[in-house]
């Protein structure tokens, strides 16, 4: 008999490829608003300005310091400032863009839907992330995956995020399951791997990029075909 009954996956990073998507998201932003013209700024150094900031104060908002609203609009505001710029409109209608933009783009991991083909009628398949509640189901939709998983968590409507391991309880408790029958699969280190092993669930970490760590965990894949041998 199977050890796991719920397979928990992380969406961003680890099934919808969000760094090729936001990169073809900004790409869109720097063509429409002709930044090139504006601010004389070269496209790669905008996007890893851009990059900085929407890093620094999602940290931020996981930890609950600053509102959604504040995130999505200041991460422009503030990429726009090191170019000397100072026009909030602009930066508001690029905020507005990139929250309209960024899901209708549907690319995923290489092997996602055949992974997902291979584990739909073995398990209860579950999606626990991060995110904006508008924003992320729409990717689940445009990209194809909201046929495999019978339930999805959004922090933004559970109240916490991850590696807050009220997220971990609310969603075992959600679909009626124990912590030993369930695995979490996801690429950050902290967020959803320390964050499941806290509550006793095991993990299995895709870490793709190699990066090195002394982390005890369960499972650790560089692809997700790996998780046919895991979960066979």
Known sequence: MRKYKHVFFDLDRTLWDFDSNSLATFKDLYNIYNIDKILHADFLSFYNSYKKHNSLLWEKYRKAEIKKEYLSLHRFIFTLND???NDNILALK???DYLRLSPQKSLLFPHTH???DFLKNKYCLHII???FVEVQYTKIK???LAKYFSTTIISEEVGFQKPNKQIFEFSLQKVSAKAEESIMIGDD???DIL???QVGIDQIFFNYSGITHNEEISYEIKSLLELKEILN
């Open 83 to 85: 170019y000397g710029c």
């Open 195 to 197: 964050g499941a092993k």
């Open 94 to 96: 690029m905020s507005e």
């Open 189 to 191: 280190l902290k967020v």
């Open 114 to 116: 055949e992974v997902l």
């Open 142 to 144: 445009n990209s194809g």
């Open 129 to 131: 992330t991060n995110g």
